[in-house]
Nanobody
Framework: QLQASGGGLVQAGGSLGLSCTSS????????MAWFRQAPGQERELIAA???????YYADSVKGTFTISRDNAKNTVYLQMNGLKFEDTAVYYC????????????????WGQGTQVTVSS
Protein backbone atom coordinates (compact mmCIF):
# COMPACT_ATOMS: atom_id res chain seq x y z
CA GLN A 1 0.00 0.00 0.00
CA LEU A 2 2.96 2.31 0.52
CA GLN A 3 5.76 2.89 -1.95
CA ALA A 4 9.20 3.92 -0.74
CA SER A 5 11.72 5.35 -3.19
CA GLY A 6 14.97 7.28 -3.31
CA GLY A 7 17.43 4.67 -2.14
CA GLY A 8 20.76 4.08 -3.79
CA LEU A 9 24.50 3.96 -3.38
CA VAL A 10 26.23 6.85 -1.64
CA GLN A 11 29.65 7.46 -0.18
CA ALA A 12 30.11 7.84 3.54
CA GLY A 13 29.38 11.40 4.58
CA GLY A 14 26.92 11.89 1.76
CA SER A 15 23.19 12.48 1.77
CA LEU A 16 20.08 10.82 0.41
CA GLY A 17 16.42 11.70 0.51
CA LEU A 18 13.74 9.02 0.67
CA SER A 19 10.09 9.44 -0.21
CA CYS A 20 7.05 7.39 0.72
CA THR A 21 3.71 7.73 -0.97
CA SER A 22 0.63 5.68 -1.75
CA SER A 23 -1.98 5.43 -4.46
CA UNK A 24 -4.41 3.61 -2.18
CA UNK A 25 -3.87 5.03 1.31
CA UNK A 26 -4.34 8.66 2.32
CA UNK A 27 -1.59 9.40 4.82
CA UNK A 28 -3.22 12.41 6.49
CA UNK A 29 -4.96 10.51 9.32
CA UNK A 30 -2.00 8.23 9.99
CA UNK A 31 1.12 8.46 12.05
CA MET A 32 3.99 7.65 9.70
CA ALA A 33 7.40 6.15 10.28
CA TRP A 34 10.57 4.95 8.70
CA PHE A 35 12.13 1.66 9.67
CA ARG A 36 15.29 -0.01 8.47
CA GLN A 37 16.61 -3.53 8.43
CA ALA A 38 20.26 -4.33 7.96
CA PRO A 39 21.39 -7.83 6.94
CA GLY A 40 21.11 -10.25 9.83
CA GLN A 41 19.45 -7.69 12.07
CA GLU A 42 15.91 -6.99 13.19
CA ARG A 43 13.86 -4.24 11.67
CA GLU A 44 14.14 -1.09 13.76
CA LEU A 45 12.09 2.08 14.02
CA ILE A 46 14.34 5.03 13.28
CA ALA A 47 12.02 8.00 12.79
CA ALA A 48 8.32 8.74 13.16
CA UNK A 49 6.02 11.68 12.63
CA UNK A 50 2.59 11.92 14.15
CA UNK A 51 -0.47 13.13 12.30
CA UNK A 52 -0.03 16.37 14.25
CA UNK A 53 3.57 16.67 13.04
CA UNK A 54 5.36 15.74 16.26
CA UNK A 55 8.55 13.80 15.56
CA TYR A 56 10.53 11.00 17.14
CA TYR A 57 14.03 9.78 16.33
CA ALA A 58 16.03 6.80 17.44
CA ASP A 59 19.30 7.74 19.08
CA SER A 60 21.21 6.22 16.16
CA VAL A 61 19.90 8.85 13.70
CA LYS A 62 19.11 11.81 15.92
CA GLY A 63 20.70 14.95 14.57
CA THR A 64 21.45 13.51 11.12
CA PHE A 65 18.10 12.27 9.77
CA THR A 66 14.97 14.39 9.39
CA ILE A 67 11.44 13.08 8.88
CA SER A 68 8.75 15.27 7.40
CA ARG A 69 5.38 14.96 5.73
CA ASP A 70 3.37 16.80 3.14
CA ASN A 71 -0.23 15.70 3.38
CA ALA A 72 -1.19 17.67 0.29
CA LYS A 73 1.24 15.52 -1.70
CA ASN A 74 0.33 12.39 0.28
CA THR A 75 4.04 11.91 0.90
CA VAL A 76 6.39 11.35 3.81
CA TYR A 77 10.09 12.08 3.54
CA LEU A 78 13.30 11.04 5.22
CA GLN A 79 16.30 13.26 4.66
CA MET A 80 19.50 11.47 5.59
CA ASN A 81 22.69 13.46 6.03
CA GLY A 82 26.14 12.41 7.16
CA LEU A 83 25.54 8.81 6.14
CA LYS A 84 27.73 6.12 7.64
CA PHE A 85 28.52 2.59 6.52
CA GLU A 86 26.32 1.29 9.34
CA ASP A 87 23.32 3.09 7.83
CA THR A 88 23.36 0.49 5.04
CA ALA A 89 19.98 -1.24 5.14
CA VAL A 90 16.64 -1.66 3.46
CA TYR A 91 14.46 1.27 4.47
CA TYR A 92 10.71 0.87 4.86
CA CYS A 93 7.92 3.33 5.46
CA UNK A 94 4.89 2.40 7.50
CA UNK A 95 1.62 3.82 8.77
CA UNK A 96 -0.15 3.51 12.09
CA UNK A 97 -3.33 4.69 13.78
CA UNK A 98 -2.15 3.51 17.19
CA UNK A 99 -1.93 6.22 19.85
CA UNK A 100 1.54 4.92 20.79
CA UNK A 101 3.08 6.09 17.50
CA UNK A 102 6.61 6.13 18.91
CA UNK A 103 6.47 2.37 19.26
CA UNK A 104 7.04 -0.05 16.40
CA UNK A 105 4.16 -2.26 17.51
CA UNK A 106 1.27 -0.29 16.02
CA UNK A 107 2.52 0.02 12.44
CA UNK A 108 0.32 -2.17 10.28
CA UNK A 109 0.64 -0.76 6.76
CA TRP A 110 3.96 -1.18 5.00
CA GLY A 111 5.82 -0.33 1.85
CA GLN A 112 8.11 -2.64 -0.11
CA GLY A 113 11.39 -1.07 1.02
CA THR A 114 14.20 0.73 -0.73
CA GLN A 115 17.86 -0.22 -0.46
CA VAL A 116 20.37 2.28 0.88
CA THR A 117 24.00 1.33 0.56
CA VAL A 118 26.75 3.47 2.05
CA SER A 119 30.27 2.81 0.86
CA SER A 120 33.07 3.41 3.31
Amino acid sequence: QLQASGGGLVQAGGSLGLSCTSSTLTVRPYHMAWFRQAPGQERELIAAISRSFATYYADSVKGTFTISRDNAKNTVYLQMNGLKFEDTAVYYCAASQNVNWRSAVGYKYWGQGTQVTVSS
